[in-house]
């Protein structure tokens, strides 16, 4: 079953202009870095929004230019930290990326939005014990806005750490925020169809299809569960969706793989 899917890192939030409403921290640095009197900070804000403009552009070079000058303008400044983070991470710079990361998540130790990003990069480099604490640092933030996307990142880790039930709970604790959310309720099924518990499995993948959403790895999975239950028939049905939506997706070749399941 294909279960290596980008959800950690796709749901990192990189919300330069929320940040505040976000961080929710009470710290003397923030208030300063937030204050629009601080030049220092003012400069750094600038360079950052231009910096995150030429990200969404693809303008990496003129990108890190900005975020560069942010850096140099205000060392402290963790919206800067966290963009250039994100920079690094697309062009490969691992290593540079998880500094930064890591430094914004210093700079708002509180935080929601820092310390998921933390937590969900952490996790795409495999690190998934790591990664628990800064989603956990992430929930108990009071005024982070997304709680249910660091929930649903910590429990997909879980999963690719081999702690399902620590994933279940954390999932169910996701859903219990945004019983909509649509890769909670993936995720949901994918880690009680890795428990064995089909029938429960089955309905969160039926609720999933039952937001409007539908993907490859969706499909592999509804026709592998109703396999698993011996209904052949839906799962035929599974198949030919998957082949019919989605024809050149791994998840359609893996269904000609000898002893395919």
Not at 80 to 92: E, K, S, W
Not at 144 to 167: E, H, R
Not at 192 to 207: E, P, T, W
């Amino acid at each position: 079953m294909q279960l290596e899917r980008l959800t950690c890192w796709l749901l990192v939030l990189v919300l330069v202009a929320g940040c505040a409403a976000g961080g929710g921290n009470s710290s003397v640095r923030q208030a300063k870095e937030l204050d629009p009197e601080n030049p220092k900070a003012k400069a750094a804000a600038l360079y950052t929004d231009l910096g995150q403009k030429y990200l969404a552009q693809g303008k990496l070079e003129s990108a890190l230019e900005n975020l560069n000058k942010a850096l140099a303008a205000d060392s402290n400044h963790a919206d800067a930290h966290t963009v250039i983070a994100v920079l690094y991470a697309r062009i490969g710079q691992n290593d540079k990326a998880e500094e930064h990361y890591r430094r914004a998540a210093e700079l708002r130790p509180k935080a929601g939005n820092e310390n998921n990003n933390y937590g969900a990069f952490l996790c795409k480099l495999g690190r998934y014990s790591e990664s628990a604490a800064y989603f956990e640092r992430a929930v108990a933030d009071p005024f982070y806005q997304t709680p249910a996307v660091a929930l649903t990142n910590s429990g997909t880790c879980a999963i690719k750490g081999g702690k399902l039930d620590v994933a279940e709970r954390d999932l169910r604790s996701a859903l219990e925020r945004e019983p909509d959310n649509a890769e909670a309720l993936f995720q949901m099924a994918s880690v009680l169809y890795l428990k064995g518990d089909f029938f429960r499995a089955r309905a969160f993948i039926q609720r999933y299809e039952g937001v409007g959403q539908q993907s490859a790895d969706a499909l592999l999975l509804g026709r592998n569960i109703e396999l698993r239950l011996g209904n052949g028939k839906t799962a035929q049905d599974y198949t030919r969706r998957l082949r019919d939506k989605f024809p050149d997706s791994e998840q359609a070749r893996s269904l000609d793989t000898p002893g395919a399941s």
